[in-house]
């Protein structure tokens, strides 16, 4: 080797031992730092501990000492809780894999996790632990750690499995054990619970949180008394939470060992979860009531379970029912029962409560089916019950009772029992009284016909042969009208009966339409002398039909008794009476006194509809007896004061005739062209033109009377004989009643005298025609040219007659003028109270609410109108004032309304008289008088529906929630056709649930 090289050499191993001189002492300073970061992080220094052994591991070239320092980097950020800790362990892991922390961070995190009780975290990192890796000592720690944390985070099966491998540990064995038990007692397994719990239960740091569990664990596995000696020390050192639950143990204990008077006070002091009681709750504390006797205090509890669909809330409907029918509470015993009988937990409560709702119907009354439906379906559901025989006896009753005559009949179609026929016989004439009442004759007949063919009881027999006559004489079958009537006479049960005393006046009545007014004057007077001392209106109307039918026989003396002796009476018609009397006296030849009782009459009867009648008979009588001047003045009278009057034309023609009788032919030619112009059509303008042409005959001007009579559109002159034969030949067929060929006739008369002289007359025959054979339709073209005339002796008839056509079709806009008309024109009362009547009622459709009343008004201040018509008025009045919300009249006028009417008025009455007593806030007699509208009026749905909305709302205001939900909720199912009452019905509901879920907890909110 040279000396150059060895120089080499020995520079290399001098330089080799230098650099190792200096790594030796980096590591010893970053070792220095280490260790000063690790006493940092021994004394929880973590933030400097870390900065620390970030320096360290940036500067150490060493890797076992490079992954110590990310191990401690790592955990002082979990204790840090920054937010890259998982990170930093998760990269510690990655970057480290050999490292012997590995396992022990794992474990120093989750630790860390567990002892700052963040048990979610720790789970997630002893899952990630290799247990091989942990020593013995360690691994009890974990399982219990690891077991616990899964606990803590409501894992049960994972918490069992680690708990479960340290039972046995003496350290961590009982804790394990405490939660093993809790958890089983959680889980509902009863045994293991009250096993581990035992195991435990003499250690000091246990026994104050297991005394109320294994309390609760005694009574959920039946040891009732166990349970209650528990309870009951644990009581003394409970807090408030704890001394409710413990109650609720107590008082179910006592209630299941059938010791009711002890469960009272504790189910009392149950507070409910979260402050509210379950359905359950109420159940028990009521039943104990209810074993006790106290059923007010039942009631107050059952009737808080709201929308029960468990055998629990059977039973508590069930008993609630027969608490109520203790307290004599039929109504609310019936929803409760009806509630129970809907559910089928518990088959035998169900029937039993299903016949209680049965009867309960047929004694009180039910708003959702009537009492007949329901006994019938019970039979039907339960044909072999024990109390069949009682339950058909008050099925056939409830068919009358009911009063729902309609829904009784279709029960009955097919039953041929002797009771069903006996029942059937008395519904079949009051469901006929009920449409006759409506006006609907023929079905009406065919009813009173079905009740006759099942002659069972004879007073019904004998009622319903009366009520047949009655229908047929409406239906103007006069003929068999009185053969009803009088086979009705010769029935012995006919005497017995409320038609009896007015027999004679109906045959008297029937007679008179029949046209023999010697039978009607006969049996008028029979009827006269058995009510000779009743001041009532029909014996007035007798002694006027008597007089009438005297006056049409020509007996004018008798005729004027009794005109005379309806005077007497002085009622409305009082003027009528005293009108015919003057003018049967002129038939007597007493021409004087006829004037002078037309003239007292003139003056008496100011406001009477016959004073235009009595005017022109006055002029009549002063032209026959020679006093043409009077007469003059009389007519002019008429003709000014009346000038809407159908006796005007008359006036005037009898002035131009009273003119030229008296050779005064230019002032005779005025008149008669004047009723010519005026009167077009009439007979008095057919009349006025043929004496106006004598006087242009005698006065030789008949280029004249030529020129003036073509101005008259409806004479054609030259086609008068033919006019004349047709219209007569049309006339004869309507005489001898032979309809249909009188139709025809006088249609065909108008077809070729669309004019002509009698079209008057044939509009108006055509159109009786047609209504007498239900065609309206067809009438109606012919009253209107009736109506469109000037006035005649048919125009009051037509107006009736084409108004009543629009009633019927509720064209109220075109009925009202012509009922306008009627009212202002009429001669006969009827027809004024027609018009009056249907004035109210259109107007009222029309909801001219303030004219519907006026009208309403004047019909009731007519004291000759019947109830039906008064019912109507004060219905109208009550409406109106319902809708105008004046509800002091509308109460007023109801009330009036409930004393008259019959029907579905009636059943409106009573429930706006239920209406108004809710708004008194008396509920229970609002409730009461719901319960009359169930019972007499089922049928008319609507107004039930609406009654039982109110009832709710008076059981709610009575603090009945039971009640109140159960009515609604049965409304809505049941009267869906009603979809205001449904949505009333359901606004409602929800109210009231929302109210009553906030104390109950199994009540959920509607909605919700």
Not at 357 to 362: D, Q, R, V
Not at 516 to 541: G, M
Not at 586 to 603: M, T
Not at 643 to 664: H, I
Request: net charge neutral; proline share 1%; glycine share 4%.
């Amino acid at each position: 080797m040279t000396i150059n090289s060895r120089i080499s050499l020995l520079v290399a191993i001098s330089f080799n031992v230098y650099m190792q001189a200096q790594q030796s002492a980096t590591y010893t300073s970053d070792l220095a730092t280490y260790q000063k970061a690790l006493t940092l992080y021994n004394n929880q220094q973590y933030s400097a501990a870390q900065s620390l052994f970030g320096t360290v591991q940036k500067e150490t070239k060493e890797e076992v000492l490079s992954s110590d320092c990310a191990y401690y980097i790592a955990n002082c950020a979990v204790r840090l809780n920054q937010q890259s800790a998982d990170q930093l362990i998760e990269n510690f892991v990655k970057e480290y894999p050999t490292s012997t922390k590995r396992n022990t961070a794992f474990i120093d995190v989750a630790d860390f996790y567990f002892a700052n009780g963040k048990y979610a975290y720790a789970r997630k990192w002893y899952d990630k632990v290799d247990e091989s890796g942990l020593a013995r000592s360690e691994k009890e720690k974990f399982y219990f750690n690891n077991g616990y944390s899964a606990f803590s985070s409501k894992q049960f099966k994972e918490a069992n499995e680690y708990l479960k491998r340290v039972e046995n540990s003496k350290e961590y064995g009982s804790q394990a054990k405490y939660y093993i038990g809790f958890m089983a007692y959680e889980g509902n397994d009863y045994e293991n619970a009250n096993k581990y719990f035992d195991q435990v239960s003499n250690q000091e740091q246990y026994k104050e949180k297991l005394s109320y569990y294994q309390a609760d664990l005694n009574f959920k596995l039946g040891n009732f008394e166990k349970a209650i000696q528990l309870a009951k020390a644990k009581l003394k050192t409970s807090d408030a939470n704890e001394v409710s639950e413990l109650s609720k143990i107590i008082g179910e204990s006592y209630f299941n060992l059938g010791n009711y008077a002890e469960a009272v006070p504790y189910l009392q002091a149950y507070k409910g979860k979260d402050r509210k009681w379950s359905n359950t709750d109420f159940y028990q504390l009521g039943y104990a009531y209810y074993k006790q006797g106290n059923f007010e205090k039942a009631v107050s509890e059952f009737n808080k379970i709201i929308g029960g669909t468990n055998a629990i809330a059977q039973n508590a409907y069930y008993h609630l029912g027969e608490s109520y029918i203790k307290l004599n509470k039929k109504q609310e015993a019936l929803n409760a029962f009806k509630n129970a009988s809907e559910m089928d937990f518990d088959l035998k409560i169900q029937e039993d409560a299903y016949l209680n709702y049965a009867k309960l119907s047929y004694d009180i009354g039910n708003s959702y089916q009537s009492a007949p439906q329901i006994l019938a379906a019970y039979l039907e559901k339960y044909p072999k019950t024990a109390q069949k025989e009682d339950v058909e006896s008050l099925l056939i009753d409830s068919y009358i009772t009911s009063k729902n005559y309609k829904e009784a009949l279709k029960l009955l179609e097919g039953k041929k029992s002797f009771e069903n026929k006996s029942a059937y016989q008395k519904v079949a004439f009051y469901r006929g009284l009920e449409l006759f009442n409506e006006n609907n004759f023929t079905e009406a007949k065919t009813l009173f016909e079905g009740s006759l063919k099942e002659p069972r009881d004879a007073t019904f027999t004998a009622r319903a042969t009366f009520w047949k006559a009655e229908t047929d004489y409406n239906l103007s079958n006069y003929n068999d009208a009185l053969i009803g009537f009088k086979q009705f006479q010769q029935l012995p049960a006919s005497a017995s009966t409320p038609e009896n005393k007015n027999t004679d006046y109906n045959i008297a009545y029937t007679y008179f339409k029949l046209k023999n007014y010697n039978q009607s004057a006969q049996f008028f007077n029979q009827f006269i002398t058995s009510n000779k001392n009743k001041d009532d209106q029909r014996l007035h109307d007798a002694y006027l039909r008597l007089g009438d039918a005297n006056f049409v026989s020509s007996d004018y003396k008798n005729a004027i008794t009794a005109y005379e002796n309806a005077i007497k009476l002085n009622t409305q018609d009082a003027d009528y009476a005293f009108f015919q009397k003057a003018l049967s006296a002129g038939y007597i030849g007493q021409d004087s006194k006829k004037v002078k009782e037309l003239e007292q009459f003139i003056s008496d009867y100011q406001k009477s509809k016959l004073r235009d009648d009595a005017l022109y008979e006055l002029g009549n009588s002063y032209v026959k007896m020679g006093q043409t001047d009077k007469a003059i003045q009389t007519y002019n009278r008429l003709n000014s004061e009346y000038k809407m009057s159908s006796f005007v034309s008359k006036s005037l023609l009898r002035q131009g005739l009273v003119y030229y009788n008296g050779s005064k032919n230019e002032l005779a030619l005025t008149k008669f062209k004047q009723v010519a112009s005026e009167y077009p059509e009439t007979p008095e303008a057919a009349q006025a033109v043929a004496t106006a042409r004598l006087i242009y005959i005698d006065l030789g001007r008949v280029n004249e009377y030529a020129t003036w009579v073509k101005t008259l559109k409806y004479v054609e002159v030259t086609d008068a004989d033919l006019d004349n034969a047709t219209y007569e030949a049309a006339e004869k067929q309507y005489l001898d009643n032979n309809t249909d060929k009188a139709i025809t006739q006088f249609n065909g008369y108008l077809s070729q005298f669309a004019n002509g002289l009698h079209a008057l007359q044939a509009h108006f025959y055509v159109a009786q025609l047609y209504y007498k054979k239900g065609l309206m339709d067809n009438a109606a073209s012919h009253y209107q040219y009736v109506v469109a005339a000037s006035r005649n002796e048919f125009t009051e008839e037509a107006l009736s007659r084409l108004s009543q056509f629009y009633l019927e079709s509720k064209s109220w806009n075109k009925a009202i003028p012509l009922l306008e008309r009627l009212e202002e024109e009429a001669n006969f009362p009827q027809n004024i109270v027609f018009a009056q009547s249907n004035l109210m009622k259109a107007n009222y459709q029309l909801e001219s609410y303030n004219k519907a009343v006026a009208y309403a008004e004047k019909v009731l201040a007519n004291s000759k109108i019947d109830n039906k018509i008064k019912a109507d008025a004060h219905i109208i009045i009550a409406r109106s004032a319902i809708k105008t919300g004046d509800e002091t009249k509308a109460k007023d006028a109801y009330a009036k309304v409930e004393t008259v009417a019959t029907g579905e008025t009636a059943a409106e009455a009573l429930y706006y008289n239920a209406y108004f007593k809710h708004k008194e806030a008396k509920y229970e007699a609002s409730n009461t008088t719901v319960q009359k509208l169930a019972k007499d009026f089922s049928g008319y749905k609507y107004y039930s529906a609406k009654g039982l909305v109110l009832m709710a709302k008076n059981f709610y205001a009575l603090n009945d929630a039971f009640q109140a939900t159960y009515i609604l909720e049965s409304v809505i199912q049941n009267f869906t056709d009603f979809n205001d009452v449904v949505a009333e019905a359901k606004t409602e509901l929800s109210k009231i649930k929302a109210l009553e879920a906030k104390t109950n907890s199994s009540i959920q909110p509607e909605g919700n």
